[in-house]
């Protein structure tokens, strides 16, 4: 969004959003594209003026307007993260996430991740063989932090939200294998994402030698017929993808459609929908 909200007195501004739910479709379309054309800045002026409305009917019209606002904003930010590489994991996450807590502080979220990989990187040995790398990241994370599934809620929505997994310490199998991806990427350790039929895992590679981490499992490692074993077992053809490195933009539109599908779920499918148009935008071609 781009402009800025001065253009318009607070006398003004009352008299425009009372035009909001108004039943002619041009005029309320006319009020979005004013709106829209005002800039970040909007938000708080729509927020302000919410508080001092007694109109039940206009404020629910400012809430949608206010969410139709903060999901442009994320989708625009998603895109020219796609656009200039999508290569910060953890900033695309965070993005996501702003999805539902558009206020949410990125250095608070980023200096937790640092705070984690500080205390693997203070474990690590320049000796270790790639299997100890690999478990100084799981004692830490596991044993020493306590993260893991969530198994009293498995498919509630927050378990895909950054801010939820760092402060609870427990996610989905997409946000922790996320988590502990992130962390092994500022360690520069050669980890990458691999996407498999209803699951996700890390991969090990370097000129040394190449395994797989089920982090949803422990952080356990298993090698190649470990996983055409797997795939057998869920009937699916061992496909050269599912044993290759992913790119971040497929794990975060992965990420995405299991929060749409988990608010399906949570019966919510306003919030189901404003996650699939999300994906949409960022890409088109996803399926």
């Not at 318009?8 to 425009?16: G, K, V």
């Not at 608070?108 to 984690?116: A, T």
């Not at 922790?176 to 996407?195: K, S």
């Not at 993808?241 to 539109?253: G, M, P, Q, R």
Request: with cysteine.
């Amino acid at each position: 969004m781009k402009g800025n909200d001065t253009r318009l007195n607070d006398q003004q501004f009352r008299a425009l959003l009372h035009l909001l739910d108004d039943e002619d479709p041009e005029v309320s379309n006319h009020v979005w594209d004013q709106l829209s054309a005002m800039g970040p800045g909007v938000v708080s002026r729509l927020e302000a003026e919410w508080e001092k409305m007694d109109d039940p009917d206009l404020q629910s019209a400012v809430e949608s307007t206010i969410h139709r606002l903060q999901l442009l904003e994320v989708t625009q930010e998603l895109r020219d993260w796609r656009e200039q590489g999508g290569k910060d994991l953890l900033k695309a996450w965070f993005l996501a996430t702003k999805f539902q807590f558009p206020d949410l502080d990125y250095k608070s979220c980023s200096n937790e991740i640092k705070r984690l990989v500080n205390k693997v990187w203070l474990e690590m040995m320049p000796q270790m063989t790639p299997q100890e790398q690999i478990q100084a990241v799981n004692h830490i994370l596991f044993r020493l932090e306590g993260y893991g599934p969530n198994t009293a809620r498995p498919q509630h929505p927050q378990n895909s939200y950054l801010n939820y997994v760092v402060e609870q310490q427990q996610g989905n199998v997409m946000s922790i294998t996320m988590l502990y991806l992130i962390i092994c990427q500022q360690l520069d350790l050669p980890v990458y994402g691999v996407l498999l039929p209803g699951y996700f895992v890390l991969l090990y590679k370097d000129h040394r030698e190449e395994f797989f981490i089920d982090v949803f499992n422990g952080g356990k490692t298993f090698d190649r017929s470990r996983l055409e074993a797997y795939l057998k077992q869920v009937k699916f053809e061992p496909k050269p993808a599912f044993f290759k490195a992913t790119s971040h933009l497929n794990i975060l539109l992965n990420l995405l459609q299991l929060l749409s599908a988990d608010y399906k779920r949570a019966d919510k499918p306003g919030k189901a929908e404003s996650v699939q148009s999300l994906i949409r935008e960022i890409d088109p071609r996803y399926s």
